[in-house]
C-alpha cells in the first residue's frame, strides 16, 4: 500500500489504467455502437451515445477491476501475471474497491439516465459481469459467462435506444457472445499448465489444447452465421457484406496464427484481430446503414 501511495496521480492512472487493461475496451464498444446505430437506423442522439458510453465505462472498468481483485491469489501465483499491479503492490486493494463501486456506480447512473428498463437490468448486468471471475473456480463454460457479460454491451445499447428486446439486438448479442468465448479459449491455452496444476477450470483443461481450437473455431463459425442471419433481418446491402467477408477472413488469419505445438502468436491473434474485427464490423454496418446499395 506504502509503494501505491508514493506514485504522482498520473503514474497511478497509468497503473490503473495497465490494470484494467484499457485499450481491451475495443472489443465490445464498437458493439454496443454499432447496435445503437441499427436501433436509430441511423445516428443516435448525442445525450443518448454519451450515456451509452458512459455505461460501457462503468461496467468495463467495473467488471475489470473486481476480476483482478478476486483473482489477486490467484494471478501472483500464475507466471504470466504474476507483475500485474495488484499483485506486485503497484496499487492498493483498498483502491481497487473503490474504483470497483464507483464504476459500477456509473453504470447504474448511466441506465437510469438512458431508461427505466435500463436502469432495472443494471443490477442483473453487474451480477453477471462480477460471476465470470468466480466461474474458473467451478465450471469449464467460463469463457461463455465472459461471452454473456460483453454480450450485454450491445443488447444494452438496444434497449438503451428502443427501450425493449428485438429479435436483431438477440441476434447480435449471441453473435458477440460466442465471438468473445471463442477468442477466450484461444486466450486460455496459454494457462492450460498453471490452471491444471491449481485445479481452475477452463475449456482446455477439460479437453485439452488440439480440441479446444476446434471448439473456438466452431464459436467462431456461429458468430459469422449470427452476423449473416442479421442481413436479412435487416434487410442490409453490398457495405454489409464487404464487412462481413473481412471478419470471416480475419477470423480464419487468427486462427491460423495459433497452432497446437506454437502458442508463440496468440498475443498478436488475440489483440490486434479481435480489435480489427469489432471496428470493421462498426464501420461497414454504419455505412451500410447510410448508403444502402
Known sequence: KG?????????????????????????????????????????????????IIMAMIGARTGAMSFNRLVDMEIDAKNPRTKDRPLPKGLISKEAVIFYTLASFLLLVYAAYKLNKLCFYLSPIAIIILCGYSLTKRFTHLSHIVLGLALSGAPLGAWIAI??????????????????????????????????????????????????????????????????????????????????????????????????????SKLDIAFFNMNGYISLIYFIFTVLDIYWKV
Not at 3 to 24: G, V
Not at 164 to 169: F, G, K, L, P, Q
Not at 170 to 177: D, H, N, Q, T
Open 3 to 51: 509503494m501505491e501511495l508514493s506514485f504522482s496521480p498520473m503514474s497511478k492512472l497509468k497503473i490503473f489504467l495497465e490494470m484494467i487493461k484499457f485499450p481491451h475496451t475495443v472489443f465490445a464498444l464498437p458493439f454496443a455502437l454499432t447496435s445503437a446505430f441499427i436501433a436509430s437506423n441511423g445516428m443516435p442522439s448525442g445525450y443518448q451515445l454519451f450515456w
Open 162 to 263: 428502443k427501450g425493449n428486446i428485438e429479435t436483431s439486438a438477440i441476434f447480435l448479442s449471441l453473435a458477440v457472445m460466442f465471438w468473445v468465448a471463442g477468442f477466450d479459449i484461444l486466450y486460455a491455452l496459454q494457462d492450460y499448465e498453471f490452471d491444471r496444476r491449481e485445479g481452475l477450470y477452463s475449456i482446455p483443461v477439460k479437453f485439452g489444447v488440439k480440441k479446444s481450437i476446434l471448439i473456438s473455431r466452431a464459436f467462431h463459425l456461429i458468430m459469422v452465421m449470427l452476423l449473416s442471419l442479421l442481413y436479412f433481418l435487416n434487410g442490409f446491402g453490398l457495405f454489409y457484406i464487404v464487412g462481413l467477408v473481412i471478419i470471416a477472413f480475419l477470423l480464419v488469419y487468427e486462427h491460423s496464427l495459433v497452432k497446437e505445438n506454437d502458442l
